[in-house]
């Protein structure tokens, strides 16, 4: 398929330099391709709304799901992505389980690079910014009744952002959710489904009431084994191990939790990837033996927890700061994301 390019007779400002919050500003163009029957008329066109049915399905039975990834200005000018194929490799996992046509995954390539070097204008150069961009699929075909959707919008748009969480690699609260859930064996937890993040927010809003700023989800069915975090996934230094919870169909196969992985097995740690109880990090904690707890993700890279509320009972990691290891991981991602250190790993895409 050939991108029709349409480029826009009325280009925004760009957001001053220092003063860049994330998700609140988009570029001038987006790309935009339409599925009936088979996935068609790809177009990068001027940011703008679009129409859509009160029918249309999407908005009755939540077909729609999206990806997140980010592309990086390097201090010599070039741009760079951090591993867009696994990107859009998830995104058609997602895409299978929610019965949407996946789509051309060398094709979805093609099409972002070509939008990032229209848009490479806009990716902001202050320490820790980047250019979001946001992979969606919505159902949009006018029917009501509860079958898939013959009919679809894929759509990329663009934000520049600075850091996820306003106090940077500052340690955040988390709050232990101990009533709602996330996700069950079976469901679409290790997918980016867009009624996931729906279902999480009486659990967010709670967890702010009571100061916190993220939560952090147990399994559905014992509500003892550790899931991730709202916006992330969770790892656990204890005694020199760095721990994670297994992949679990109610977990997102996070790309930045895969990399940290990877990383530290090179660097020669002991990685264990399995059933991380609540209670077993509470006993670390109390032993003196639990050393470090941050988060990873797209958004915020690596996030250290400093701070655990669970069952009315407050754990303070690390003096809530950022641990040695957390530091070490977040310089190396970063360095290999901006192009400051080698990419040993094969991990970038040059745009």
Known sequence: MTIKTTITQTFKPKPPKGDISFGKNFTDHMFIMEYNSGWHSPEIKPYAPFLIDPAAMVLHYGQALFEGLKAYKTDDGRVLLFRPRDNFLRLNSSCDRLCIPQVDVDFALTALLELIKLEQDW?????????????????????????????????????????????????????????????????????????????????????????????????????????????????????????????????????????????????????????????????????????EVFGTGTAAVISPVGELYWEGRTITINDSKIGAFSKRIYDELTGIQYGKIADSFGWTVEV
């Open 123 to 291: 990716i902001p150069t202050d320490e820790l910014t980047s250019l979001y961009i946001r992979p969606f699929i919505i159902a949009t075909e006018t029917a009501l009744g509860v079958h898939p959707s013959h009919s679809y919008k894929f759509m990329i748009i663009l934000s520049p952002v600075g850091s996820y969480y306003p106090g940077g690699l500052s340690a955040v609260p988390i709050y232990v959710e101990d009533d709602y859930v996330r996700s069950v064996r079976g469901q679409a937890g290790y997918t980016k489904a867009s009624a996931n993040y729906a279902l999480s927010l009486k659990a967010q809003v709670k967890a702010k009431e009571k100061g916190y700023i993220q939560v952090l989800w147990l399994d559905g069915v014992h509500q003892k084994y550790i899931d991730e975090v709202g916006a992330m996934n969770i790892f656990f230094k204890i005694n020199g191990k760095i721990i994670t919870p297994a992949l679990e169909s109610a977990i997102l196969p996070g790309i930045t939790r895969d990399s940290v992985i990877q990383i530290a097995k090179k660097w020669g740690y002991e990685v264990e990837e399995r059933l991380v109880e609540i209670d077993e990090i509470y006993k670390a904690h109390a032993d003196g033996t639990l050393e």
